[in-house]
Each structure stands twice: as structure tokens, then as C-alpha cells.
């Protein structure tokens, strides 16, 4: 260990992370103690991390971090996850930021402070490439002055923040590739609660428990979209052709529309979603490359509405993992495995039950049956902790005709999954 270079071990210790252990570590010798104050680049406050946080006053937690990273020189990642405290004073807050804004890479912040500072002034925005804040507020954004030329990532957690001043934000972060909007506080001057975010940059959007009226995204280079239990009368997405995936999941949303984006979709997730069929394949009916299908636990718009194998097949000729749970009816087996369509590269198939019935045995066969190279094949099904006779009893039958149907198919892994 003498013979490392003060660097390498700078670089050991900034792969422990966590303050205390980084502390104890420097204990070792002075070339340690070197490494900690001259060249760590990595210090992280986490109230997971040691058991004595929780018993710490806000005050005595404020010393210790002050301590700590006025020990160090050229901090490039800070983290301050402290779950237990409600609050922090400014005055402490604003001297972390000061004393690392002009090395700092990296800002994960999770508390709010007394009185509430902005942020987005003190930390230092010329080199800063990752910002997560969390119980925060932002207000007044000027992006001809608060510019971050680095910020490739943004994460907003339980902030509050105008609509106005979000899309001046992300028109201040012009290299941005990842943005992360969870349960946002969104002040609106407008009775309509209507958010326009625009970005080139943009190829990542992760957005979850956001109500709004109308949300507009446009983004040309977006590849990457998740919503995640919003509320949302119109969303619409504006890019040209560069969504890969696509991922919905438990969202309320009457108008959905990603227009010319679903050429080079690869990856589709539907899951726990009212859906109008003809109107969301219409969407998605473009998308060539496709390579994996979840539509899990939908509900139809329209009673009479059930999803038309034979469409995914025409139009998903690359398809290799299908996956399917929804509320069988004898129409969806009487027409919607009509012709003679066949799922030529489906090597894995996924089909769900949230009530057995022996519809769902007829359904597995169908389907297997034109899935020529499957390779594996997963059950899933909802199992009530009290049974009546009955359900005992269809559920039996379904297990045996499965163990038939099965011997047909010698060369698939079947598995099950119940909850």
C-alpha cells in the first residue's frame, strides 16, 4: 500500500462514498490523510448509511457535514440524502455549495432549507454536469444568466417550480439528456394547468404523479419516455422519429399523441391503462423495429374492443417478446385470433390472468400455436387466498390442460408466476 501514488488512493476513497467510511479510512497514515484533504473527489451524507444519524440534532448534523467537506479540496460529487431532517438552516447550505462551486460535478440535495435559497444560484453551474434536488423550491429562473452549459442530468423530486420557470430551466441546460420530474409542486399562473417543455438535448424523460391539463414535450432527439401514475388530459409528444422506448404506466390521459415518433420504436410498456385498441395501434402501427410488446393488465375503452393478434404480427414482423393480461371475453378468441397469421419471432411470450377461466387454456393454445421459435413461456396469474370449489377446480383444469398442451411443445422453458 506505500507504493501507491496519492491519487490512487484518493480515487480508493472516493469509491467508499460514504462520509464516515471515508473518514475512518484517512485514519490508516498520513499519505491516507493526504489523499482524503488533497485529492478525494467523491463525499456522500446519507441517513441510510450510519445509524447514528438518526439520533443527531439538525444543528450537530450541519457541524459535521461543515467539518467534513471544509477537510477536503476539489470535491467533484457532493451528496446530501438526510431522509430524517425536515429542515436546514441557509446560512450552512449556502457555505457547502460556495466552498465546492468551482470543482463540483455532481449535486444530489434532498432538504429543505430555512428561509428557502435558490439553488440554482449557488451552485456552481459552469462545470456541474448532474443535479438532483428534492424538497426544494425554484423560482425565478433567467437562463441568460443562470446557465448550465455541462448539465447533461436533472432531477427534480417533490419541488416546487412554476411551469414557466421548468421551461426556462431546461432552455438553460443546453447539452441536457436526462431529465427525471417526480411529484412536482407546478405553480401556474393560468387557470388551465398547461406545462410546454422544449429541448434538442433531450433523449431521456422520466415523469411520475404529475396532474395537468395539457403537457406539450417537444424534443427531437428524445429516444426514452416513461410516465408513471400522472393524471393528464392532453400529452403530446413532438420529435422526429427517435423514440426507441416507451413506457405507460398506471396514467390517466384522454388525449395521447406522439405523432411522428413511433418509427423507430424497439420497446412499447402498457401497463394498467384504459386504451381506445384501434386508436393505440394506430399510433404505434408504424413502428417496424419494433421488438417487445407489453400490453399488462389494460382496460378497453370500449367493451367490444380486444386486441387483434394478427395486426401485431403484420405490423411487428421483428417482435421477439410478447406480452399480454387483459380481461378475456369469447370475442377476443373468436376474432382475435383469426387467420393464418403467424408470430414468426416470438422467442419469448408472456400471458396473464386476473380472473382463470378456461377462455384463458384456449387463449394459451391459440397463441402458442403461431409462435413457431418460442423458446419460453411464462404464465402469470392472480391466486385469491380463499377459494370457492369452484375456482379450485378451474384452476386445476387449467393446470392440466397446460401439462397437454405443453408435451406438444417439448423445446419451451415454461415457468409460472402467481401473486
Not at 393505440?280 to 407489453?294: D, E, N, Q, T, V
Not at 404464465?379 to 408435451?407: D, P, W, Y
Amino acid at each position: 500500500m506505500e507504493s501507491l501514488p496519492v491519487e490512487v488512493v484518493g480515487n480508493i476513497l472516493s469509491r467508499l462514498g460514504a462520509a464516515r467510511d471515508v473518514v475512518i479510512a484517512s485514519a490508516t497514515c498520513r499519505k491516507w490523510q493526504n489523499a482524503w484533504r488533497n485529492h478525494l473527489h467523491t463525499l456522500t451524507f446519507n441517513s441510510n448509511d450510519w445509524p447514528l444519524y438518526h439520533e443527531f440534532s439538525t444543528s450537530r448534523l450541519e457541524i459535521l457535514i461543515t467539518e467534513t467537506i471544509f477537510q477536503t479540496k476539489g470535491l467533484q460529487c457532493l451528496s446530501i440524502i438526510m431522509d430524517d431532517v425536515d429542515e436546514f438552516s441557509a446560512a450552512p447550505v449556502i457555505a457547502w455549495l460556495m466552498y465546492t462551486r468551482e470543482t463540483l460535478r455532481q449535486l444530489h440535495y434532498n432538504v429543505r432549507t430555512t428561509p428557502n435559497i435558490n439553488m440554482l444560484e449557488k451552485c456552481g453551474r459552469q462545470k456541474l454536469e448532474v443535479l438532483a434536488l428534492s424538497h426544494n423550491t425554484v423560482t425565478g429562473v433567467e437562463p441568460c444568466y443562470q446557465k448550465f452549459p455541462r448539465l447533461r442530468s436533472l432531477s427534480l423530486s417533490y419541488v416546487s417550480i412554476s411551469a414557466l420557470d421548468l421551461s426556462l430551466l431546461l432552455t438553460a441546460c443546453p447539452k441536457i439528456e436526462t431529465l427525471n420530474l417526480v411529484s412536482l409542486d407546478i405553480v401556474m399562473s393560468d387557470p388551465q394547468a398547461m406545462m410546454d417543455l422544449s429541448s434538442n438535448s433531450l433523449k431521456d424523460i422520466y415523469v411520475e404523479a404529475i396532474s395537468l391539463d395539457k403537457f406539450i414535450l417537444e424534443a427531437d432527439s428524445l429516444e426514452k419516455l416513461h410516465l408513471k401514475d400522472c393524471t393528464l388530459e392532453v400529452f403530446e409528444l413532438v420529435g422526429k422519429g427517435m423514440l426507441r422506448f416507451l413506457k405507460i404506466d398506471d396514467v390517466s390521459v384522454i388525449h395521447l399523441d406522439i405523432g411522428e415518433s413511433a418509427e423507430n420504436l424497439e420497446i412499447v410498456d402498457v401497463s394498467n391503462f384504459t386504451i381506445m385498441w384501434a386508436k393505440f395501434h394506430h399510433m404505434i402501427s408504424r413502428s417496424s423495429k419494433l421488438k417487445k410488446l407489453r400490453l399488462w393488465g389494460v382496460v378497453f375503452d370500449d367493451e367490444d374492443e380486444f386486441v387483434y393478434i394478427e395486426t401485431i404480427a403484420s405490423c411487428f414482423p421483428l417482435l421477439s417478446h410478447l406480452s399480454l393480461s387483459y380481461d378475456l371475453r369469447e370475442a377476443a378468441l373468436q376474432y382475435g385470433l383469426q387467420g393464418s397469421f403467424v408470430l414468426e419471432n416470438v422467442i419469448v411470450l408472456e400471458l396473464g390472468w386476473t380472473v382463470i377461466s378456461d377462455l384463458f387454456s384456449m387463449w394459451v393454445s391459440g397463441i402458442l400455436e403461431r409462435c413457431p421459435r418460442l423458446r419460453k413461456l411464462v404464465i402469470h396469474g392472480v391466486v385469491s387466498e380463499t377459494k370457492t370449489h369452484e375456482e379450485c377446480q378451474t384452476l386445476a383444469n387449467f393446470t392440466s390442460s397446460i401439462v397437454r398442451l405443453m408435451r406438444k411443445y417439448l423445446h419451451v422453458e415454461v415457468q409460472f408466476e402467481y401473486e
